[in-house]
């Protein structure tokens, strides 16, 4: 059922600026997840459609021929022979080509005959369709879809490198994506350690429990229970009160009495406590810190031969309290690894590709060392810093479980692929024991049908492992 809403802000009065009452509407519909095409050209040599409907004496859509459009539009998806599609606006063809020629660095050579009107003329309710044979349409063919990253048409070409540059040059001063390539052009070094075998608990568990506290500003607590179960354990969450002193107490004693009937203790990604500058974390560590609930870790950890994860905010409440690399809450120092601001100096989110660069964790039983997973991130301060001494040490150890790696599978500082520069394109470390795991990307994120259009392998297993772990 699509949903309609409204907002009515946009009213009022600033500085010198009258805005008169504005309604700002939106109408989303839904399908099958299955149907979703994106908007990148997907290979050379595919054919690209141009369908529009009627306009009237004030060039606005026909509202019959609008249907008409959509209905054919749909049609041709559900046959699957879509592979990608964009909605035209006031960009007209020229913006669409443009932009579907970015995502995967392909080109276009128009073979219609097209004036700069129709090239840049808005054409609201049409599409722009790249087919994959010969289909009935009720449009035209403008063109293909070239491996040179170029547009052609019958009298220019237009690089789409200068292109590219142009368009996102507009707001690097202001909303940055590069970064000094001084910076990026170092070597990193490519780490390998792999394991064969895996210690196991003392006392076997046929659904192990998983902890999962929700801190204000947590926001991935609901991927994080739906991964765990569906892997087969039982996952609580629990929110964490923070109204005041009293409400905090009950939350440590709460936090406590699950942390001992629980087998895995899972600290999910969010922006806990605003995502505080400089610290992100903090007020988990602060609260992990509590002498009741570091004893409870320590003996799940020590005693009772548990696990620990986590992933983005949960990695930086691990290397925070000292859990990675160092296996217990313990006092830090200036050797000591964190993670600071993204070189970038601003939020990172985006799909990058990992290296499993070590399988000593349980974590990570399902996997190969060299294994490449496709993985989200989404993060402000991910950048792993830790001194030479250390990731001598760390890698010596086993504990650099994953890494940045560019397209060709090599660690890199290249911010496409290393979106925060960490110290040796470092992306996730272990506990010396490996039962504990801190990382930036967010593994939580995988399912059937998402992020369908990006390439590679999505699933690293993290969840099932951890739950066989016990079995």
Known sequence: IASIGGKDSMSGTFENIDVPPTL???????????????????????????IRPAYDENKLPDFESVKTVFEKVEELINQR?????????????????????????LGFKFTAN??????????????????????????????EVTDEYNIVTANYTVSLNRLEELWAGKLESVYPATVDETLTSKPCKEYNFNVSAYPSPAIKIAKPRVLIP???????????????????????????????????????LAVE???????????????????????????????????????????????????????????????????VPYGEICELTDQSPTLTFNTINRHQSKMVNTRISSNKSPWLAGVNVGDIHSVAISHGEGRFVASPEMLEQLAA??????????????????????????????????SPDGRIFGKMGHSE?????????????????IFESGVKYFL
């Open 214 to 252: 929700v801190f204000p500003g947590t926001n991935c607590e609901y991927d994080t229970a739906r991964a765990f179960e569906k892997a087969g354990a039982i996952a609580e969450t629990f929110v964490i009160k923070n109204l005041n002193e009293k409400m905090i107490e009950q939350s440590v």
């Open 81 to 105: 022979k879509v592979v990608s599609s964009w909605t035209i606006g006031f960009g007209g063809i020229s913006e669409g080509i443009a932009k579907m020629c970015f995502g995967n660095k």
């Open 257 to 323: 009495k699950h942390i001992r009937n629980s087998q895995i203790v899972m600290l999910p990604g969010g922006f806990s406590g605003g995502d505080e500058p400089d610290g992100s974390g903090k007020f988990i560590t602060a609260f992990f810190r509590n002498p009741r609930l570091k004893d409870a870790i320590h003996d799940l950890i020590k005693n009772r031969d548990g696990l620990m994860l986590g992933i983005c905010n949960g990695f930086q409440a691990l290397i925070k309290l000292g859990l």
């Open 445 to 461: 994120r995988k399912g059937e049908d998402i992020c369908k259009n990006v390439p590679g392998e999505k699933d690293q297993k």
């Open 114 to 143: 097209l004036s700069a009107q129709d090239l840049f003329r808005p054409c609201y309710g049409g599409f722009l369709l790249e087919v994959t044979d010969d289909i009935d349409y009720n449009g035209y063919v403008i063109g």
């Open 24 to 50: 700002c509407s939106f109408a989303v519909s839904v399908t099958e997840s299955e149907k979703v095409v994106s908007t990148e050209f997907k290979k050379a040599g595919n054919k690209v459609i141009f």
């Open 397 to 430: 150890n086993g504990q650099i479980a994953t890494q940045y790696v560019d397209f060709d599978g090599k660690p890199t500082l290249d911010i496409d692929c290393n979106p925060n520069t960490s110290v040796d394109a470092i992306e996730g470390i272990t």
